[in-house]
């Protein structure tokens, strides 16, 4: 204890040690000449020393004089002082002391002053203004201007102690640290040199170019440059904050990766995860694990989410859900632009977009275009129109109201509408579906039934969207020519289309039908109110469908080339050889509308060669030909037929028990056929009409059937799979072939039998 107080006595009357104030960061010191190949002493007994005076045991715990302009020594008693003034340069193993001036008391304690340099191996370097050292402890203490030196970091503080054993520097007064242009500072800190790892403790503070750096303890990678988080920690950047409680942060690499309770905060974005990864160059953050991503009008979850600051793309992977102020998005993965307010989904996807819902493997959204492509098992529902449609590709626009569906299970697509607590199933080639420009004009024309002679052909039709309606008088097209591809992929038909605009001289056929407007008073053939929606209603929807379409519902099945219905007046329309079936009978014409009222089956309208055929037992059949017809249902059900110009009937007449007593054949103008549990109960004829009874045994079956006859039951579609087939070939129009199986009795057959 008395040689502390000696040196210590020393040191403080010519040292430095009690200069007050915080030192500013100097510029890196010069490092003096080292010889560190000059060798230690041997060990010599002191000069002078008493006798039975014993040198330390250990040679090596005690400091060599390797040189000194001037030199000295005294005795005090059993101690033994050295002064020693000018270039000192003193050594213990590989630590080299440097100094202007210094004491040594017994070979072992050293009190310096003036440019001090402890120079530990290869690599340490270390200055002050003066030190004491521990040659036993192998301990330096430095104050005042002190710098640590290793490689390109330095480290600045008033007061550091170096244990030279552990090769750790510990300062408690405060200190910074730099890294070319990193700054780091704190209150307390260890310095391992010998791993070149430091430990930061208190109000730590870390200054980069790209960032500022706030926690309580921190752990700094010095020879990979790499932070370690240890404590809260929030990070700084000119526009975003990152908040972790554990994680590291590679500076030159501009690289992290923060594993417990990441937190992201740009702006109104916030981002939270189990683990999130940033990358500096990229600007972009990853997160991984019950990822969530939100601004003022998105938020979206994924098990891990990838978002660019740059481009302002985010990719949502694995149970991926996206909500925006548009829609709702949910599927494996789920790329999400909010520059441009694009997205693309990939793996299976389920979009919820106002009333509209779609599911399919992948979907692309242009927001320019305002088109959603789908592909892959498309499912696409509208619960306001009670619309669905399954396809295999699928073209898409809210906004325009518009669909184009093609592919899927064998090659076609299917629609189905849900009607009177049923559904109808329609399939075809291809389903087109849009929202006319001018609902208003739509209203005012039949827009498929142009002409007695109108045989739509309907050729990829998607005419342009930005056309305005024509205040011209349209002219009807030629018959040979097809209607003109248009050039864009997604525009919807204008009022003045062909498929929507008859020629002027056609009278709407809707509002004044000549069947409706036909004097008998049994038949009224006025449009229901309840079919006819506000002609200023924008709620307007144009289906079409091409080629081969086959219509399925459960008391109604039809095939046709072509096919359109409108929403506006809740009408299908049926072209090229259109063929229907409404349980026992067949309906036939150029073109066919069907009529629904309060979502059902209300007319069926026969335009041109109109041909009704209905068998009960498909052995004899009753057969309603005419110019033109109009088929009444109630609930569904086959009630009345009128038919109008050149109207003829071959009718099968039944006695109570339902056995045929002879065939009424009847030619007229015009006539009413009355039915009832789908068979004909009676006909009215109306204009002169000319009528011929033939017993059953002597009519002539096959001589009955009127030209044009034609009883395709082959074509007729039996379920919802049979629309999905591939197409079949009609048959001829006069089939000759008969059944050959015992037909019904007639009224012969029951006398002869004693009936």
């Not at 090769?167 to 408690?172: F, S």
């Not at 740059?310 to 859900?321: D, E, I, S, Y």
């Not at 008998?520 to 080629?547: C, M, T, W």
């Amino acid at each position: 204890m008395r040689h502390i107080f000696i040196i210590l006595g020393l040191f403080f009357a010519f040292s430095a040690y009690g200069q007050k104030g915080k030192p500013t960061v100097p510029t890196t010191p010069k490092p003096p000449t080292i010889r560190p190949n000059i060798p230690a002493p041997t060990t010599r007994p002191l000069p002078n020393a008493k006798p039975g005076a014993q040198p330390p045991q250990n040679a090596s715990d005690f400091i060599n004089i390797l040189f000194s302009d001037e030199f000295s020594f005294n005795l005090i008693g059993l101690d033994t002082l050295k002064k020693l003034n000018g270039d000192v340069e003193l050594n213990q193993d590989d630590i080299y002391l440097f100094c202007d001036s210094a004491i040594i008391l017994n070979s072992q304690r050293v009190a310096a002053k003036g440019n001090f340099i402890l120079q530990h191996g290869d690599s340490t370097t270390i200055f002050s203004d003066s030190a004491l050292y521990q040659a036993d402890k192998r301990i330096a203490d430095l104050f005042v201007n002190v710098s640590l030196v290793r490689g390109n970091q330095k480290l600045f503080t008033d007061h550091l102690t170096y244990d030279a054993n552990t090769k750790i520097a510990r300062y408690t007064t405060g200190a910074t640290l730099t890294d070319d242009s990193t700054y780091l500072t704190s209150v307390k800190g260890y310095y391992h040199t010998a791993t070149d790892e430091i430990f930061f403790r208190e109000k730590v503070v870390v200054e980069s170019p790209d960032f500022t750096l706030r926690t309580d303890t921190l752990k700094f990678l010095a020879d990979v440059k790499t932070v370690i988080f240890v404590a809260p920690t929030l990070i700084l950047q000119d526009t975003a904050k990152i908040y972790t409680e554990g994680g590291f942060y590679n500076i030159p690499n501009k690289k992290g990766s923060f594993n417990k309770n990441p937190q992201y905060l740009k702006g109104d974005q916030k981002a939270w995860a189990q683990r999130m990864e940033y990358d500096g160059f990229k600007e972009e953050i990853t997160l991984i694990g019950d990822a969530h991503f939100e601004d003022s009008t998105t938020n979206a979850t994924a098990n891990r989410i990838v978002y660019n600051e740059r481009t302002g793309v985010t990719v949502l992977q694995g149970n991926a859900h996206i909500v925006d102020d548009k829609r709702n998005i949910t599927g494996d993965t789920v790329t999400y632009d909010s520059k441009k307010g694009t997205y693309a989904t990939r793996g299976r996807a389920h979009i919820v977009d106002g009333s509209q819902i779609l599911d399919a493997h992948k979907v692309d959204y242009d927001k320019d275009r305002e088109v959603g492509i789908a592909q892959g098992n498309v499912i696409l529902q509208d619960t306001t129109e009670k619309l669905t449609v399954v396809c295999e590709f699928a073209e898409h626009s809210k906004s325009k109201n518009y669909f184009k569906a093609s592919g899927g299970k064998t090659g076609r697509p299917l629609l189905i509408k849900e009607i009177d607590k049923d559904s109808i199933y329609i399939s075809a080639d291809t389903l087109l579906s849009f929202e006319p420009v001018d609902t208003l004009a739509a209203a005012k024309t039949d827009s498929l039934i142009a002409s007695p002679s109108d045989s739509v052909s309907i050729k990829n039709e998607v005419p342009s969207v930005a056309q305005k309606p024509d205040k011209q008088p349209v002219k009807k097209p030629k018959k040979q020519a097809e209607p003109a591809i248009p050039q864009k992929l997604f525009e919807i038909p204008t009022v003045k289309d062909s498929l929507q605009t008859p020629p002027p001289a056609v009278k709407d056929s809707l509002r004044t039908d000549s069947l409706a407007m036909a004097p008998n008073p049994e038949v009224s053939g006025q449009v229901p109110q309840s079919a006819i929606r506000n002609p200023q209603s924008k709620d307007n929807r144009i289906i079409l469908a091409y080629h081969d379409v086959r219509i399925f519902k459960s008391d109604l099945q039809a095939i046709c080339d072509s096919l359109s219905y409108s929403s506006l007046d809740s009408t299908f329309r049926l072209f090229q050889k259109p063929l229907i079936w409404s349980d026992t009978s067949q309906f036939s014409a150029d073109t066919v509308r069907i009529q629904l009222a309060n979502d059902k089956i209300d007319k069926i309208f026969l335009r041109q060669n109109s041909f009704i055929v209905n068998s009960p037992d498909e052995f004899f059949f009753n057969q309603i030909k005419g110019k033109n017809s109009v088929a009444l249902f109630d609930s569904s059900e086959l009630r009345k037929v009128r038919v109008e110009g050149n109207a003829e009937s071959v009718y099968y007449a039944l006695d109570d028990d339902k056995a045929y007593i002879g065939v009424n054949k009847t030619i007229c103008s015009e006539m009413l056929i009355l039915f009832g549990n789908n068979e004909v109960e009676g006909i009215k004829f109306y204009t002169q009409p000319k009528a011929t009874l033939f017993p059953m045994e002597k009519a002539d079956h096959e001589g009955l059937k009127m030209p044009g006859f034609s009883w395709q039951i082959e074509r007729r579609p039996q379920s919802v799979e049979d629309l999905l087939k591939p197409k079949v070939v009609a048959l001829p129009l006069n089939p000759t072939t008969v059944p050959t199986a015992p037909g019904p009795s007639v009224e012969g057959e029951k006398k002869e039998s004693g009936k």
